[in-house]
């Protein structure tokens, strides 16, 4: 069971609502996107490889919009309302120097060893393809089994199962 980190009572007024606390409003929330941002001038040169490997193989869909000035592009979850990651080019891009990761939770252990076969694949042809292998996670209450990749975006991809053990 997860820990509430808010205690206290925090009174929130947006027009006529109050709520009693930060947890009732986050938990109708979801995370329906990231954006991810490049150097100017390199996505272009980088599509063709993005497209073949996150929607080819992993089975993102790719959208780009007239709205949205510049080269860009949504990689989106097949239902569309879901999530998505929308990439774009900046004049400061994104820079993670730590282990700053996007998390995707699997539908079984078979599914993170797919994905991780697929990434090594890639790594054999294209060394921008980055990998960590983890140990599983051994917990009291759960057992991880996960890795990282990172490939032409400067963001890790954690792709994991968990485990729940029995009470």
């Known amino acids: 069971m997860a820990q509430r980190i808010f205690t206290g009572r925090i009174a929130l007024h947006h027009g006529c609502a109050t709520l009693d606390s930060m947890g009732k409003l986050m938990a109708q929330a979801r995370i329906n996107h990231m954006e991810v941002t490049v150097a100017r001038g390199t996505l272009a040169t980088m599509m063709p490889a993005l497209k ?21 592009i949504f990689l989106t979850s097949e239902d569309p309302g879901r999530y998505f990651i929308y990439v774009a080019e900046h004049e400061k891009p994104m820079v993670v120097g730590g282990d700053d990761h996007l998390g995707f939770h699997m539908e079984d252990r078979a599914a993170v060893d797919r994905v991780l076969s697929a990434c090594r694949a890639l790594a054999k042809v294209d060394a921008r393809m980055e990998i960590r292998d983890l140990d599983d996670l051994n917990l009291e209450q759960t057992l991880t089994h996960a890795f990282y990749f990172r490939y032409l975006l400067p963001i890790w991809f954690d792709i994991q199962f968990v485990e729940f053990k029995p009470s």
């Open 52 to 72: 073949a490997f996150y929607c080819e193989t992993l089975g993102f869909q790719s959208a780009q919009f007239d709205a949205f000035p510049g080269c860009h």
